[in-house]
């Protein structure tokens, strides 16, 4: 259960450095660090980065959950991941 | 006539019928919008809001904001609408140089605006105080101040900001009589009524929302407000198209391409839509042209204008999109309420297919900037006959078709259909304590249409990680005006004048200094 969320996290991660933070020091994006309330993330890129784990890990999410509420920081987006493969 | 009247007409035709549609749903009939803007008016001027008066709204996207648009024309006022996310010192600078009288704001943000407004009279002495003057209905505060009043012109319905080069955002004066002329033109052109079921996209501090607010309420028609989160998402925005049997659309090419992208357009029943009309940027062709399959119903128009004239030439679009075409749409044939004239750098017009700047003047044309009489004058070219041509910024050259869009003559780019100044960004950037030299370049993108990249210089060592950067950016700068990369170096190519020397910015690598 941990390793899969670890895993999720790494993968999330590394999307989320190459994509909107090319170059950035990977020590300095922590599972706590806020991504779209520390403007890290915006709305195309939160809509992109559900577009990946969409077709990552074939989940759907709802449109209620693409908000700060659920995706603030890795580690809510790799629980909620993992809700969701946990009820499909 | 004023712009309330539009509303007052259709109160007294069908006062059940429903006006607007909250997000979540909640219909406000036309009699039950018109009587609630008038108790609102009333509070208003029973608080010393009078003609020529502005009114600052800070409002999220909803009924209230509606309502308090109205109230503040009923009231003989001006609104001046700013964008209730904004950085808060944005925000206070705006009401700050229109000299508002009065400021409607949400319950939820009144304390932190408050401190602002506070913090911006401790430091300038000029600065007006505000201070709470009375609660209002639907969660809404009024703010008022005891500065000298300045009443402006008495027929000025609104006053919007757009960015300004020197960092400071300058606010279009329009007029009722600006405005209602864009909207019988509007009337006249889409054939729209009381069945139609308008979408309130755009936020109200941006001018595609005046198409919306006074078309649809204007015709007897039915506005249905998106907020701003459901507005940024593709996947909200496509099933409420759907469920809300929307009729008509109006947003800027950038929603509709995300739409086209990550919306799911095929899973969701649009058949209801009749016209889709797009304004504020080049729109992808290959993203219309996959809008355009999956949304056969409508009819799609290529509206253009900036801020200070509203729409002033529009195309339509001829069905289907051919598989070959790849150039964007034309911007099309100057609208029947307006003039437009292409002119060379003096005022005179190019032959025709030259390109040159596109100028026009007509009744829905502004009388300037707020309060910045050099920067009104610099806008206008004068002219021996007739009213002075508005200058766009915008070159273009004549075809077939109407006027082709070429690109612009200043440092001035269109991101998510917002009019950005890359001085004003430049500017906010330059607030990072550790900063020592900024310059701000747009670059164009597949997808985005602009990417803007910034090039930063820092004191020794203090650079700070992007993602420090990016938090700073959030809090300093609107959304829109957020850099897309990032550049560091030790100090930026400069001219022999000693100017940043953008063309050589172009050619600059990326330093990892």
Redesign the interface.
């Known amino acids: 259960m941990a390793d899969r969320q670890n895993e999720i996290t790494t993968a999330t991660k590394a999307f989320i450095l190459k994509e909107f933070l090319p170059g950035e020091d990977p020590d300095e994006l922590l599972d706590t660090t806020p991504l779209l309330s520390g403007g890290i993330l915006d709305s195309i890129s939160t809509v992109k980065l559900v577009g990946f784990l969409e077709d990552t890990y074939g989940i759907e999410f709802q449109a209620h959950e693409i908000s700060e509420d659920h995706l603030d920081t890795l580690q809510l987006v790799a629980q909620l991941v993992q809700e969701k493969l946990g009820s499909s | 006539m004023r712009l309330t009247e539009l509303l007052e007409r259709s109160a007294a035709r069908a006062p059940e019928h429903v006006a607007i549609e909250s997000g979540a749903g909640e219909g406000l009939s036309y009699g039950a919008l018109d009587r609630q803007a008038e108790e609102l008016a009333h509070a208003l001027r029973s608080h010393g809001v009078g003609p020529g008066d502005r009114v600052g709204l800070q409002l999220p996207k909803s009924i209230a904001s509606v309502v308090s648009i109205f109230a503040s024309m009923k009231a003989g006022g001006a609104y001046v609408p700013v964008d209730s996310q904004a950085p808060l010192d944005r925000n206070t600078t705006i009401f700050g140089d229109c000299g508002v009288r009065a400021i409607v704001v949400g319950r939820a943000q009144c304390d932190a605006l408050c401190a602002a407004l506070t913090a911006a009279a401790a430091a300038d002495e000029h600065a007006a105080v505000f201070s709470v003057a009375a609660e209002l209905p639907r969660d809404l505060v009024l703010l008022t101040t005891d500065a000298e009043r300045q009443p402006g012109p008495p027929d000025l319905a609104y006053i919007l900001s757009t960015s300004g080069s020197t960092g400071r955002p300058k606010g279009v004066q329009l007029t009722h009589g600006n405005a209602l002329s864009f909207v019988h033109w509007c009337a006249d052109t889409f054939d729209v009524g009381p069945d139609d079921r308008f979408s309130s996209h755009a936020p109200f501090h941006f001018d595609l929302s005046i198409l919306d607010i006074y078309l649809s309420l204007g015709t007897g028609g039915t506005l249905v407000l998106i907020d701003e ?2 507005g ?5 925005l496509a ?1 409420l198209i759907a469920e809300r049997r929307l009729t008509v659309w109006y947003s800027t090419p950038s929603i509709l391409a ?1 739409l086209v992208q ?1 919306g799911r357009l095929e899973r969701h029943d649009a058949s209801a839509l009749r016209y889709v009309l797009f304004a504020g940027e080049v729109f992808p062709v290959r993203h219309l042209r996959t809008l355009t399959e999956l949304w056969p119903t409508a009819r799609y128009f290529n509206l253009y204008g900036p801020t200070e004239t509203n729409v002033c030439t529009f195309h339509e679009v001829t069905l289907p999109v051919p598989a070959q075409r790849h150039e964007p749409y034309p911007i099309g044939h100057a609208c029947a309420h307006v003039e437009t004239r292409v002119l060379d750098e003096r005022g005179a017009p190019v032959p025709g297919g030259t390109a040159g700047e596109l100028c026009v003047r007509g009744a829905p044309v502004t009388a300037g900037y707020w309060n910045l009489p050099e920067r009104t004058a610099s806008a206008f070219h004068a002219t021996d006959e007739g009213a002075p041509w508005y200058r766009t910024g915008d070159i273009v050259h004549g075809s077939a078709d109407g006027y082709v869009f070429a690109g612009r003559q200043d440092r001035m780019v269109k991101r998510r259909g917002y009019r950005i100044e890359l001085g004003e960004v430049e500017a906010r950037l330059h607030r990072h304590p550790d900063v020592t030299e900024v310059a701000v370049i747009a670059l164009p993108h597949e997808d ?1 249409g602009v990417q803007i990249k910034a090039f930063m210089c820092w004191g020794n060592g203090s650079r700070p ?3 420090k950067l ?6 300093e700068l609107p ?1 829109s005006m ?1 850099p897309d990369v990032f550049s560091h170096h030790e100090s930026l190519p400069k001219t022999s004048t000693d100017k940043v020397d953008y063309q050589r910015l172009r050619s600059l690598g990326d330093d ?1 200094a």
């Open positions: 989160d459901t940024r998402q593709p996947r909200a099933p995300l990550h985005d990680s992007l993602i990016k938090a700073f950016c959030a809090n959304g957020v990892p």
